[in-house]
């Protein structure tokens, strides 16, 4: 490659980073909900990963307790319908829970980000992609779930697959989105006439100037991606027992309702502290990373 070209290239694989640069800084220094539900969603995640050193005794635990038992001071969340302490349940569940969906919308995140941009930058197989990630799109969510269940198992697997598919075409659509208004600027027009094969200008250019748009639309995948385990679990087609998830927790306390409510408003509010946690750290990466016309379904 003459000099000339690789001055071009040179300088096409330094403009995309500098504009992802500028606007980060301090995380939401301005955005005081969004720094709140950014403690939360910390508080949350070590739950998550250091729960079962916490001194609140095993989930599987049985004759620990009354049964039914109400909140108090030996059992703070009260006590399941076996004796259980409840709170060791909902620090598992909050595991299961993030970790099942966390692992789920990684891979879309992956995924979606490269179809996306393959989309965008190959116009004849963006077609293709386009469409099947609407056939994905047009099934109702939880009829799609309970179908991919039914024909993997239930189960983790079943669930991350079900989530993966079911979050991947909207994230497609919003990556193709961006990296349409991508690939007609001025630097990969310059890395063009400089001889950059496609691939060096989709990783080095294009990829990297749509990573904000796919942060943004992951945490919208990330709530759904919750929502999806926790149905699921719900109608016993997630994780199966002696595993517990938000979803099961809230089924299980479902038959108790009348008379230990706290069984199902527990581990209830704690799925919807979270979602909204990590909502609202989704506006604020949003605003920090000035990501305009983000397509979802709020």
Not at 125 to 136: C, F, Y
Not at 175 to 191: L, P, Q, T, Y
Not at 275 to 280: A, D, E, F, Q, T
Request: hydrophobic fraction near 55%.
């Amino acid at each position: 490659m003459s000099e000339p070209k690789q001055s071009a290239v040179n300088a096409a694989d330094q403009a995309a980073p500098a504009r992802q640069r500028r606007g980060v800084r301090i995380p939401f220094a301005d955005d005081v909900l969004a720094r709140i539900a950014l403690i939360m969603l910390i508080f949350f995640v070590s739950t998550a990963v250091f729960g079962h050193f916490l001194p609140i005794g095993a989930p599987d635990a049985i004759d620990v307790g009354p049964r039914l038992g109400a909140p108090s001071g030996n059992f703070l969340a009260g006590t399941d319908s076996l004796g259980r302490s409840e709170l060791p349940r909902l620090a598992q569940g909050v595991r299961t829970t993030l970790l099942v969906a966390g692992i789920a919308v990684l891979l879309t995140v992956l995924v979606s980000s490269l179809l996306g941009v393959l989309a965008a930058y190959f116009r004849r197989a963006g077609e293709v992609i386009t469409r099947a990630a609407d056939v994905l799109f047009s099934f109702p969510t939880i009829l799609l779930a309970i179908l991919i269940v039914a024909v993997v198992g239930p189960g983790g697997k079943g669930v991350v697959i079900s989530i993966a598919l079911i979050c991947s075409p909207l994230m497609v659509r919003v990556v193709r989105a961006a990296g349409i208004g991508v690939v007609s600027r001025d630097f990969i027009v310059a890395a063009r006439v400089g001889g950059a094969g496609h691939a060096r200008i989709l990783l080095v250019h294009v990829l990297p100037s749509v990573a904000g748009t796919a942060v943004v639309q992951g945490t919208y995948a990330l709530c759904l991606g919750m929502l999806i385990e926790s149905g699921l679990s719900f109608l016993g087609l997630g994780l199966q027992p002696p595993a517990a998830s938000l979803g099961s927790l809230v089924n299980e306390g479902s038959r108790y309702l009348p008379i230990a409510p706290w069984l199902v408003l527990a581990p209830g509010v704690l799925l919807a502290l979270i979602i909204m946690s990590v909502n609202l750290v989704g506006d604020g990466l949003r605003d920090r990373l000035d990501v305009r016309g983000v397509e979802t379904r709020r």
